[in-house]
């Protein structure tokens, strides 16, 4: 069956152990995260989990609706890849040398990357945007040699003034 | 007025309507106990041989009547015994307040002796639960345990109290009892769309389960299916819904399902499904599931549509109102073609059956034909379970107690208490020898309290719905399954203070259970069945309706 990639933003209480409740839905019904990311909102009293994922038709309205009966999730929406706003965020640690340097800074230039600390022997460059223009920069920057790196995963936004309090079209 | 945690928890039980409560002490539940005992006897407290019976017991109670079952239990072995009984009943939508107690909040996470982290535990076997970190969150949090529990499509709730909590104080004031919210009521589009689905068929099948139990929407199905000229079968978990006599009510379908049931079913050109989850063991393969029929399916849980079979319409709303209001907007139909096919699917039902010498038939017809239509019967799982669900005759709604989500061995007896302690009256298990030995240790639970319940053991000695397996799919290789214990269940019965029969055939059986059941306490019968008596018809692993092992075919095999 097609799958899509589709991406979950969900409005959970602030509280202890609700990120624990929402990951253990996936788990027990082996539905795999490709990303997650958790942090405060607007109100003290909502954390946004933000949830990426691929999946077939039937498997996101299963998700949905799992994740609607959980006693701690205040909104689910799935959110469309063209009417949202979406950013990840990645710290990366490239080897650096003599003879590289100047082609590490002009493909982070490139990317409008920013470098964040540089050292003999290594770069760290911040680089933000959405996901195919990460998995470029680390596609162009391999070859320098990767030592370490860390993504965030996707945070997103409806576009305009819908929040993920507005009617949504369900699919 | 200031209280201390634990009257808060007995005072709050009692504001949300509980009069009983099934459970087992420990350290971190003393307080709790304590404050029990000066209730003066407003919550009877059952003590149980072990948790898990205690849990069964107080599920056996909510099913037997709609409320709530309640159990406490300590902390570490006492909450981990517990888990069996919750998956039991949420696997069953069975509302059910689990109390545990846990180490003070200032010894949480050190490993203290007895802690364990059992709403971790328990998180995917309950609907939800809580843990108490601050005394003024927990008479609210009790409130909306109940509210949780009870509500929509029901389930058990946990909810940990440390014990700092329970010897703290805090300001309490008495609340109203909860009043469980109903699911949305369905759009007048979704009738109009199940109004034109139903004046285009011709073979029309309602299917119930558990839902439609929760929801009681029996009667109104029943007019449905007379109006539209539909036959009826249902899901184990929705036997007793509605008389097993009905004319138009098929019985049980799905791996052992009447054979008519499971055939018609299968013929149906529309399926009106009521409350089910379509369950692996009522489908066999989905992808060659009733790929005759359109269906319509109907459920209080929105996440139940499409979950495992996809429907042409499916409605998340309040059932009961559902059906009423699709009875009152259909126009009444008839399909004589359809009756005709009926007739011959049940004919064909009843010639396996022509005599009256399969055992284990003749002993729940005769159960049946003596006990008070109110009687609930428990069982435990394996054969005796399937031939008590197709050959009993229930006739009043709430009396069929049986573990069909998880199917629990060892859920019979505790479950047969609470339904006594629920009804004040009599009630009758159907179990195995497998099985009871799971949790006969209940037997004291019974002479203690002086219940009267009546437990027929269909003995044969091997652990059967398994060795049927092996016999028909496995080259009769029967690992694991032959039972050599001694055990002597006549003395074992009294042993523990109970009466004890036996009975060697179906006369014998006759007489003992008229002396079984008038006696005023438990009671137990072991009850001697062939070894390679088989549950039939059986659905292969994986088949479907169309390809069913019968009894012809089964005999071949037997022996």
């Given at each position: ?30 539905f ?23 999946a ?25 890849n ?26 982070a ?63 | ?22 459970g ?10 304590d404050?029990?005992?000066d209730?003066?006897?407003k ?8 948790e ?17 079952g309640?159990v ?27 109390i ?44 909306e345990?109940?509210?949780i ?7 058990p ?12 104080t ?8 909860i ?26 099948y ?40 009905t ?126 239509a ?22 009043q ?7 069909g989500?998880?199917?629990?061995m ?28 799971m ?42 399954t ?9 003395k ?8 004890g029969?036996k ?22 019968i ?6 390679d ?27």
């Amino acid at each position: 069956m097609k799958k899509d990639k589709i991406i979950i933003a969900i409005y959970v209480d602030n509280q202890y152990g609700v990120l624990s409740r929402v990951t253990a839905m996936f788990t027990r019904r082996g539905f795999n995260i490709d990303s997650l990311t958790v942090g405060e909102t607007e109100s003290p009293a909502y954390s946004r989990i933000t949830i990426t994922l691929s999946a077939a038709k039937t498997d996101k309205d299963q998700v949905v609706s799992q994740l609607r009966k959980l006693y701690n999730v205040k909104k689910v929406v799935v959110l469309s890849n063209e009417e949202c706003i979406k950013r990840e965020l990645m710290l990366i640690k490239v080897r650096n040398s003599d003879e590289t340097r100047e082609r590490i800074l002009e493909t982070a230039n490139i990317f409008r990357g920013k470098i964040i600390d540089l050292g003999e022997e290594a770069i760290s460059i911040e680089v933000t945007g959405d996901s195919s223009k990460i998995d470029g920069f680390i596609q162009n920057v391999k070859s320098f040699g990767i030592i370490e790196m860390c993504r965030t995963g996707i945070v997103a936004l409806d576009r305009g003034s819908t929040t993920i309090w507005s009617d949504h079209e369900e699919d | 007025m200031k209280m201390t945690g634990a009257q808060i928890v007995i005072e709050t039980l009692l504001e949300q309507g509980v009069d009983t409560v099934f459970g087992f002490p420990g350290a971190t539940v003393i307080d709790i106990y304590d404050k029990l005992f000066d209730c003066g006897g407003k919550i009877r407290h059952i003590l149980a041989a072990h948790e898990q019976g205690a849990a069964h017991a107080a599920d056996g109670y909510a099913r037997a009547t709609g409320k709530p079952g309640v159990v406490i239990a300590t902390s570490g072995p006492g909450a981990t015994n517990l888990v069996t009984g919750i998956a039991t009943a949420f696997l069953d939508s069975v509302p059910m307040i689990a109390i545990t107690g846990n180490v003070s909040n200032s010894k949480i996470g050190r490993d203290a002796f007895q802690e364990i982290d059992i709403t971790g535990v328990t998180l995917p076997i309950t609907k939800h639960n809580f843990f108490i970190r601050d005394i003024k969150v927990l008479a609210d949090t009790i409130r909306e345990a109940f509210k949780i529990a009870t509500s929509g499509r029901p389930g058990p709730v946990l909810i940990d109290i440390p014990n700092d909590i329970q010897r703290g104080t805090c300001e309490y004031a008495s609340k109203r009892k909860i009043i469980p919210a109903k699911p949305p009521k369905a759009e007048d589009d979704a009738i109009a769309k199940a109004c034109e689905m139903i004046s285009e068929c011709k073979r029309p099948y309602i299917y119930f389960g558990g839902g439609a139990v929760r929801a009681g929407a029996g009667k109104e199905i029943l007019k449905l299916a007379e109006k539209i000229d539909a036959y009826i079968g249902c899901s184990m978990m929705g036997l007793s819904e509605i008389p097993t006599s009905t004319p138009r009510f098929l019985g049980m379908q799905g791996m052992h399902g009447h054979f008519a049931s499971s055939v018609a079913l299968a013929k149906s050109d529309l399926m009106i499904a009521v409350g089910v989850r379509f369950s692996d063991r009522a489908t066999g393969k989905t992808d060659r599931y009733a790929l005759n029929s359109k269906k319509i399916h109907i459920d209080a849980d929105c996440a139940e549509i499409g979950k495992n079979v996809s429907v042409d319409l499916g409605v998340c709303c309040d059932i009961k109102d559902f059906i009423a209001r699709l009875t009152d907007a259909v126009e009444a139909g008839k399909h004589p073609e359809w009756e005709e096919k009926i007739k011959s699917l049940r004919a064909r039902e009843s010639d396996a059956y022509d005599d009256d010498t399969f055992v284990p038939r003749e002993v729940i017809l005769d159960v049946a034909s003596k006990v008070a239509a109110d009687t609930r019967i428990a069982t435990d799982v394996g054969q005796h379970q399937m031939w008590t669900a197709q050959f009993y005759d229930f006739r009043q709604k709430h009396t069929w107690l049986s573990s069909g989500g998880l199917g629990t061995m060892g859920f019979g007896l505790g479950a047969a208490i609470g339904a006594c302690f629920a009804t004040g009256k009599r009630s009758v298990l159907i179990t195995g020898d497998g099985s009871f030995g799971m949790s006969l240790n209940e037997l004291a639970t019974a002479v203690t309290y002086k219940v009267p319940v009546t437990i027929v053991i269909f003995n044969n000695r091997t652990l059967g719905m398994v060795r049927q397996w092996q016999t028909l799919f496995y080259d009769k290789r029967y690992s694991g399954t032959t039972i050599e214990r001694q055990t002597d269940f006549v003395k074992l019965a009294e042993a523990f203070g109970a009466k004890g029969f036996k009975a060697d055939d179906i006369d014998e059986f006759r007489k003992v259970f008229d002396q079984a059941y008038a006696y005023n306490g438990p009671a137990v019968i072991d009850m001697k069945i062939d070894t390679d008596a088989m549950v039939l018809p059986m659905l292969r692993p994986g088949g479907t309706f169309e390809n069913l092992v019968t009894w012809k075919e089964a005999e071949n095999e037997e022996g």
